[in-house]
């Protein structure tokens, strides 16, 4: 049973109140607790020693990492954060100028972004550092951008170039909230999350939630430096698209607008993000399923990401 | 270096924002978030298997203790908790009923406060299970009860009975919500906050937000019968006052307010919650320090607890 396997068991089960909008399953959760206009985001999320980072990272970048990945969640719903809670779990023996590093690299970003650190705990783990961070974020009502809005002849988007992202960019990275309040404030989006497993992956959850199919393009999808590289050299077997589809950790935005839409996009964000590409990348459809067209054709994309799909290709 | 002196090492480069009325270093964060009339409360805590629980634990246990340590928090500024988000790390080969378990214990303890469960996320723990519990909730603008507050003159109470919490206690503790919220809309408290750690190191805390000092008497000093039970054990070394010092973990709520309403509380307590004791324990003094006095005399409690406070007694 995998995680998503997990909290699909788990869901029907939790206990709930009057205050909630959106509970499990989208980027955050979303509460309302009587702020004029606006709803109250909700998150958390951890980095674990040897899974997102590991001994020899620079510490700077630990605390860069674990509040980055939590921020990028409240761009996924073109939230502004408010504040975070930090909790550490350290062996007995930890050297102090590195926990001080770690929030040398935490603090930075959160004043960039005019986030609060207002506490958090420091607890025991033997084995191997533990970084869970809490996020409180707020967003105007009728501008909170959830999963579940893609409709049928919407085109999809995504920001900055795709996969390789472990090649570094996933230890500095910085989360697109401005880019996210700008779409939410501009344009009528019907749809958007952040990209954290996967392209294939994360656009399979959108469109689950919003009970629909899409169709990629697969010339159209942005592949980063370090992927095209990384299918260039030796030891790597996986092709650049590949790894664009499939490798974690981007936090770039995926979203979805009304086709007719798109062009007045692309124009616009051209001037006010010229650093940060933006491409479309296939269309939203009526029929289920995730496909990809190449110079072959369309075909399915499964369900794991693009493995079986490169699989089938290759017979 | 321990924890509290890690958090004062690091608490001034914190980034900070117009929202926070208070950041770390009281029981829970304090935001303004604009809510009318509410202040929003912001909290962490974390339970490490191997520390705060064992491998033997009931499950339903652990996902009680873990959300109920949070909750007592809450109580602890007399907030109204909202909604909660949990961070499940776990080794790879967890047992899904096991898991099953800890969210039905702590969901029974959310139903019963009216908190919402809005999600979470499970990691890898390879070594040992990790919960750690993000906590949502609001307060009164003009009952938000700080650590800050007491005065010279005050009477200090604590609810229950203390020490020996490990017996079992700390397992299935119901947090003071409820109390807490009838002390502060009631009485005019001057000062709250919870005993996890232990009455003596609490307290000191607390003394030291309000820039004050405190004399308690031994004898008024409520003990559990785990304790008085350990004391008379012969590989307990721990006599039943010290345990009730210095054991951590009662969840119980410690507060002061005028000693000249401290008979009128008394009597409006017991007619409320006739099943939980209150005591008055002692007196909040202008000069700083931690005092207790029993048919001996008045004697400085040590900086660390009890221990040494023994130790000199015993010479």
Chains 1, 2 share one sequence.
Not at 16 to 41: E, Y
Not at 90 to 96: G, H, M, S
Not at 125 to 135: C, G, V
Request: hydrophobic share 45%; glycine share 8%; net charge neutral.
């Amino acid at each position: 049973m995998n995680e998503f396997e997990l909290i699909a068991r788990l869901l029907p089960s939790l206990a709930t109140n009057d205050s909630v909008v959106v509970a499990a399953g989208d980027d955050c959760a979303v509460l309302d607790l009587g702020v004029p206009g606006r709803l109250v985001l909700f998150k958390t999320d951890a980095v674990v020693e040897g899974i997102h980072f590991t001994a020899d990272t620079p510490p700077e970048k630990i605390g860069h990492k674990a509040l980055a990945r939590c921020l990028s969640d409240i761009a996924a719903m073109a939230g502004q954060p408010n504040s975070a809670l930090v909790t550490l779990a350290l062996p007995k023996d930890f050297a102090v100028a590195r926990v001080e590093k770690i929030y040398a690299g935490l603090n930075a970003l959160a004043q960039r972004h005019g986030v609060a650190v207002v506490g958090g705990e420091t607890t025991t783990s033997p084995e191997r550092m533990l970084i869970s961070i809490a996020l409180l974020g707020t967003v105007a009502k009728d501008q909170c951008l959830l999963r579940s809005g893609a409709k049928p002849g919407d085109a999809i988007f995504v920001t900055g170039q795709l996969g390789g992202s472990l090649a570094g960019r996933h230890l500095d990275f910085e989360p697109r909230l401005a880019e996210a309040r700008w779409l939410a404030e501009h344009f009528s989006i019907h749809a958007l999350m952040d990209l954290s497993d996967g392209l294939a992956g994360d656009l399979r959850h959108l469109l689950q939630a919003s009970r629909v199919g899409a169709e990629l393009r697969a010339a159209s999808i942005p592949i980063s430096r370090e992927a095209k590289t990384a299918g260039r050299g030796k030891f790597s077997a996986k092709p650049p698209l590949l790894a664009a589809l499939t490798d974690g950790e981007d936090f770039e935005l995926l979203f979805t607008l009304d086709a007719k839409s798109a062009v007045r996009l692309l124009d616009a964000w051209k001037k006010h993000f010229p650093d940060l590409p933006l491409a479309c990348i296939g269309r939203i459809t009526p029929e289920p399923g995730l496909r990809i067209r190449d110079e072959r054709g369309v075909r399915e994309l499964a369900v794991r990401g693009y493995e079986h799909f490169a699989a089938k290709k290759s017979e």
